[in-house]
């Protein structure tokens, strides 16, 4: 009997796996041993729990053999949406290995041994032999990754004119515009038709295989040198329509609540409608339900396809792309009222690669039915482009590459991080435009500010992507969750670095601080308008508003605008002559939600005005009053996170930790403070960045006790010397504002310290010999700056 149920095993072992025979036979064989217990343990349960495992054994050889992955536990997340995989698990017979499972249970089961010897050698047996994975692996929970707080600052386009909209949501910001040379010439007209199509697996060795896309290649926009993020369809749309990679776990649902803010809120603000349409189904990866949170005005997949085309053909994975695009033309001449951006995936070209029955059916190995699907894909694609509009403008891509090829012609998973399974074209087309190749190197991340560049768009957003269209380094972010060994790596970063960061925004819930991203306004009024033109533009519904040296903002004005914005999270008032307590009175009043302040160089405030209950930054530079005595009668704020306090007069920074247990970044006056408060201060609140501006009386030893601060500025630093890098240095990010007394030597002992942000401005003694040297060791840093000696004058 315990040969009859080590059976599926050896199934496995030696004719899926096809191993030799060996030792291991007799591990299969004590496997079955435990299942014998196991009946003798329970009465009927076992009929319907060893089956189970059978299966389990038989799936997980099947997948390891024909597609070079093992099981997870993950994969169970599939199992409502089973029906799409029939096609492709039907080509290698998997169904087939459970009938083999069901039978080795078919015979009854007779036989004594004391129940404790099953309680005993079921675990011991599984989890010592062989089956770790499958009976160890599968049942333990996986190990939650953390991130760690890191200053993504560095990451940030050069070429991109923003402002940071919240220090607590360190990418959310306001980007009003780019500047730079630029890598290509595309002229759009002011709100085009917007088309952005997902080729299902295509790689770019294979545009070539594709007579029709490769005409596209040749007339438009081509970048030879562009990645997809992942090797997942729904992490690809995911980094395309917002910017950023999805987190770097083994995730497989997106998760609908997340607050981000993206290409769909961005359009809807410019008038755009937003449609998705998908030739397979919106629910796997639960993306049906995120679209939805989204605010996507038009969610379409073979339900309403074939609704349209109750004649259309399809494989389990969904719809031929012929109907895919057919349904879209038709929905698109029902939509003639504003602009209209259509985000389509086609499926045709996925495993198992079949066709319509009126075609011939593709014959050969997994690549060459690959092409012949391609190609079928590929006269799809010109018959939509060739209908489209004049105006409209296409970015097509592929949602991921694939690793099949004439030496490798069997379909697996990349495993191995293989560049073909994420190098993918990328191709912008309009009717019209002069054909360009880009050599550039880009990724999916990158489109959200490639679009609001070409179509000078002003809007919030959190994007760590850079504008295809200027001339820059960037970083490639790839993530392949079915590699456990090297699952996340970059090209042109630094891995583990970027790992860190987007675990950091994902898991703290750092990226917008809204639960809902709607009502995104951001206003910022033309310089020097006047009171009258303010109270009459605010606009309604605003989430942020600078106002920052606006000499006509008054009392008035805040009032007006705390009736129209009661929902205001953001406000800027920096340098307002005019405003008074009563206008922040009205604030405080009508705006609840108001989070983020900035009441810096505002003459006539006194610190009556302010509420800090639920602020969680506030900068106050220069506000009057600000002394030991206010920190007694003041009760705090558990929430604030961002305090900037320069020139005022509070001496002993050490009290500022009682009212603000949970402050993470400074920023102080160096030569109005106590050095020793701030020494204390930094040991009883451990913030991650420190900003210290009027520092010259800073000295070499106080610098090295700066321990716990990761992101350190420091202005005017005239007293530093070279002694202070020769001591071991823990910062993540480093900035240095005129260390006059910096010379080669000290620069040579800062670059052996490790980190990834460093910025030195305004060292005079160092020469063009030691700027040279640093410059030659700038490629292991994320970002790296430093003066030009000749600027320095």
Not at 231 to 247: E, K
Not at 661 to 677: G, R
Not at 691 to 715: N, Q
Request: proline content about 6%; some cysteine; overall charge negative.
């Amino acid at each position: 009997m315990w040969i009859l149920l080590a059976l599926p095993s050896w199934i496995a072992r030696f004719v899926i796996r096809r191993e030799r025979l060996n030792f291991k036979a007799l591990e299969d064989l004590g496997v079955g041993a435990c299942f014998l217990l196991f009946f003798q343990m329970v009465p009927y349960l076992p009929y319907l729990i060893v089956p189970l495992l059978q299966c389990l054994i038989l799936g997980d050889a099947y997948l390891e053999q024909t597609l070079k992955i093992r099981l997870e536990r993950h994969f169970f997340s599939f199992i409502p949406q089973w029906r799409s995989f029939m096609d492709s698990t039907s080509k290698g017979k998997l169904c087939m290995l459970a009938l083999i499972s069901l039978g080795s249970v078919a015979m009854p089961v007779s036989s004594v041994s004391p129940w404790w010897m099953g309680a005993v050698f079921l675990p011991l047996m599984t989890a010592w032999w062989g089956k770790d994975h499958l009976f160890v692996h599968l049942l333990k929970p996986p190990k939650k990754q953390k991130g760690e707080t890191i200053d993504p600052a560095p990451y940030l386009a050069k070429s991109e004119v923003s402002k940071l909209l919240h220090p607590q949501f360190p990418l959310y910001r306001y980007t009003t515009g780019f500047q730079g040379e630029k890598a290509f010439d595309l002229k759009l007209s002011p709100r085009p038709n917007l088309v952005i199509l997902f080729v299902e697996s295509l790689a770019a060795h294979q545009l070539e295989k594709a007579p029709y896309l490769n005409r596209l290649k040749d007339e438009g926009i081509f970048f030879s040198e562009f990645y997809s993020n992942s090797f997942q369809t729904f992490r690809s749309l995911f980094a395309t329509l917002y910017g950023l990679p999805y987190p770097p776990t083994q995730d497989y649902v997106l998760d609908a609540t997340l607050p981000v803010v993206g290409l769909p809120q961005i359009l809807k603000q410019e008038g755009y409608q937003i449609h998705a349409i998908n030739g397979a189904s919106w629910s796997l990866n639960n993306l049906r339900s995120f679209l939805k949170e989204q605010g996507v005005d038009f969610i379409a997949d073979p339900r309403e396809i074939q609704a349209h085309f109750p004649e259309a053909e399809g494989f389990s994975w969904g719809l031929f792309d012929s109907y895919l695009f057919n349904y879209t033309l038709d929905q698109m001449a029902l939509h003639r009222n504003g602009p209209l951006c259509t985000i389509l995936m086609t499926i045709s070209t996925h495993h198992p690669f079949t066709l319509p029955k009126t075609l011939l059916q593709p014959q050969g190995s997994d690549y060459e039915k690959f092409l012949q699907t391609l190609s079928y894909s590929d006269q799809c694609i010109g018959d939509f482009i060739e209908a489209l509009e004049d105006e409209t403008f296409v970015m097509i891509m592929g949602d991921h590459g694939n690793t099949l090829s004439p030496s490798k012609e069997s379909f697996l998973f990349p495993k191995e991080s293989e560049k073909a399974a994420y190098h993918v074209p990328l191709i912008l087309w309009k009717k019209g435009c002069q054909g360009q190749v880009v050599e550039t190197i880009g990724s999916q991340a990158d489109i959200l500010p490639t679009l609001l560049d070409l179509l000078q768009i002003k809007a919030a957003h959190h994007s760590l992507g850079k504008s295809l269209l200027r001339k820059e380094k960037r970083s490639v972010f790839l993530y392949n969750p079915l590699n456990p060994y090297e699952d996340f790596q970059s090209l042109g970063g630094e891995s583990t670095r970027d790992q860190q960061l987007l675990l950091h925004l994902f898991e703290e819930k750092r990226l917008s601080p809204h639960k809902k991203p709607e009502g995104l306004v951001h206003y910022e009024p033309s310089r020097g308008i006047t009171e009258k033109a303010l109270v009459a533009e605010i606009p309604k519904g605003c989430f942020s508003i600078d106002l920052s040296s606006q000499p006509y903002v008054t009392d008035h004005v805040l009032e007006t605008l705390a009736q129209k914005s009661p929902t205001l999270g953001v406000l800027n008032l920096q340098g307002c002559p005019l405003v008074t307590n009563r206008g922040m009175e009205q604030i405080f009043s009508h705006c609840p939600e108001l989070y983020s302040l900035n009441v810096s160089r505002c003459p006539l405030l006194t610190l009556e005005c302010l509420r800090l209950k639920n602020l969680e930054s506030l900068w106050m530079d220069e506000l009057e009053g600000v002394d030991e005595h206010w920190l007694s009668q003041e009760k705090g704020s558990a929430k604030l996170m961002f305090l900037s306090m320069l020139n005022t007069t509070l001496r002993d920074v050490s009290k500022l930790q009682p009212l603000f247990p949970h402050l993470n970044t400074a920023c102080f006056s160096y030569a109005q403070i106590d050095p020793e408060s701030l020494l204390e201060f930094l040991k009883k609140e451990p913030v991650y960045r420190l900003d210290l501006y009027e520092c010259g009386a800073l000295t070499d030893a106080f610098f090295s006790k700066l321990h716990g601060v990761k992101a350190l500025r420091l202005v005017d630093c005239h007293q530093l010397t070279d002694k202070a890098f020769q001591v071991p240095l823990s910062f993540h990010s480093l900035v240095l504002k005129h260390p006059t007394q910096l010379t080669d030597q000290g620069l040579k002992n800062l670059l052996e310290h490790p980190m990834f942000h460093l910025e030195i401005e305004g060292a005079v003694s160092l020469t063009q010999q030691g700027v040279d040297f640093a410059r030659k060791c700038s490629e292991k840093y994320v970002h790296f700056h430093i003066d030009d000696l000749i600027q320095l004058g």
